[in-house]
């Protein structure tokens, strides 16, 4: 697979894809089979206002100078998400998991074209609520979970003070990303590679899936 750039103009991606494999532009892009769904929800989130950008090789929709929603597709589906979802009161329950290891249900997930205009109502009021919060500086309350951190990891972060000290400085989310990814592997040795292998992108602040 070739490294690409991913895109910097959202257009692009309506037309072509993110940018970030060998199928960009080309017929099998996943992108392509939700052409119609994807526009539509392009349309939706112009038509309440939001304005659009070109984040991680998806459209990003803000308000207010927030993130609000980002576009994305899968083999098998597409998806509209909300970036706080926490906040979301979700009274049509069609919220949903990214993953088993998300805390909240934040995606609405189609697997036909037509859904989101026959969804358009819903949409836009679930759209409009995100904007609200973001215009009145609204945030989720902070997280009270506890992270747990591999035994491999706890013993590197002793040896390696600076490891450690960058470590705790980011920001919620790529440590427990980190904490994760390092779990995932189920021999020590393997999560031990884990670690010494991401201090460079710790130490430059990144998450274990940021380039």
Request: aromatic share 8%; with cysteine; charged share 25%.
């Amino acid at each position: 697979m070739t490294d690409r750039a991913m895109i910097t103009d959202p257009r692009v991606y309506f037309t072509k894809g993110c940018g970030r494999c060998d199928r960009f532009g080309t017929p099998d892009c996943v992108t392509r089979p939700w052409s119609e769904g994807l526009a539509e929800l392009r349309r939706i989130c112009g038509a309440v206002g939001l304005s659009e950008h070109a984040k991680w090789g998806h459209p990003c929709y803000m308000h207010a100078g927030r993130n609000i929603a980002v576009i994305g597709a899968l083999k098998g589906s597409y998806r509209l998400g909300f970036f706080h979802p926490a906040l979301m009161t979700d009274p049509k329950r069609i919220l949903v998991k990214q993953g088993p290891n998300t805390e909240h249900a934040g995606s609405v997930v189609f697997t036909t074209n037509d859904q989101p205009r026959r969804m358009e109502a819903t949409l836009s009021s679930y759209l409009t609520e995100a904007m609200d919060y973001a215009e009145r500086g609204t945030l989720p309350a902070k997280s009270e979970r506890t992270l747990n951190l591999p035994e491999e990891l706890v013993a590197i972060m002793d040896d390696d003070p600076n490891f450690a000290e960058a470590f705790r400085a980011l920001t919620p989310g790529r440590q427990r990303g980190w904490a994760l990814h390092y779990a995932g592997a189920s021999k020590s040795k393997t999560r031990v590679s884990r670690v010494k292998k991401s201090r460079d992108k710790v130490m430059a602040g990144k998450g274990w899936n940021e380039r």
